[in-house]
């Protein structure tokens, strides 16, 4: 299931980072490991296409997000220092300074509180793909992985607008 998750998280991050049109020519920070379209293409091709489950039992209170990864730092602040450019942090990690693009409007932001970490696949959606029959802590690994193109730092108010669909049901503003 972990494998569906990889490739549907892929898929969406080759929508949103690769697809898009950058209005600034500067490369931009992006997550890891992003495949080409070919890799994605095949990855897609492979997946066992099943009925997705129900919704019930989910709560994000499930996925434990947020981990401390280093120090003070947990999994958000390293997203922020990742996907930003010249990002300072306080000695609790916290972002100070810093611009960060987001691929998802094209717009950059100076200051962190107006950007949040996206979920490409939504903890929702994971759950109702199979999630809901892992453990607690093969959730959080999901919830936190920094290994997968699935956490990325985007304008606060569209990754709102996101909520918990899927990419099959929304798709970020630059790529309609």
Request: hydrophobic share 35%; net charge negative.
């Amino acid at each position: 299931m972990k494998t569906f998750l990889l490739v549907c998280a892929s898929i969406a991050n080759l929508c949103a980072v690769q697809a898009l049109p950058a209005p600034n020519p500067e490369p931009m920070p992006t997550p890891p490991n992003i495949p080409s379209s070919s890799t994605a293409q095949s990855q897609l091709a492979a997946l066992r296409v099943a009925a997705q489950g129900p919704q019930t039992g989910y709560s994000r209170d499930l996925f434990p997000h947020w981990s401390t990864v280093s120090g003070a730092c947990n999994t958000r602040e390293v997203v922020l220092k990742r996907d930003g450019t010249n990002v300072v942090q306080d000695s609790s990690c916290a972002a100070t300074s810093g611009s960060w693009y987001s691929p998802f409007d094209g717009a950059t932001w100076t200051l962190a509180s107006d950007v949040d970490i996206d979920h490409m696949v939504p903890l929702s959606n994971a759950w109702k793909s199979g999630a809901a029959s892992w453990s607690t802590s093969t959730r959080q690994a999901f919830a936190n992985d920094l290994d997968i193109p699935q956490l990325i730092a985007v304008t606060d108010n569209v990754n709102q607008e996101k909520g918990d669909k899927g990419p099959e049901a929304w798709k970020p503003p630059l790529g309609q």
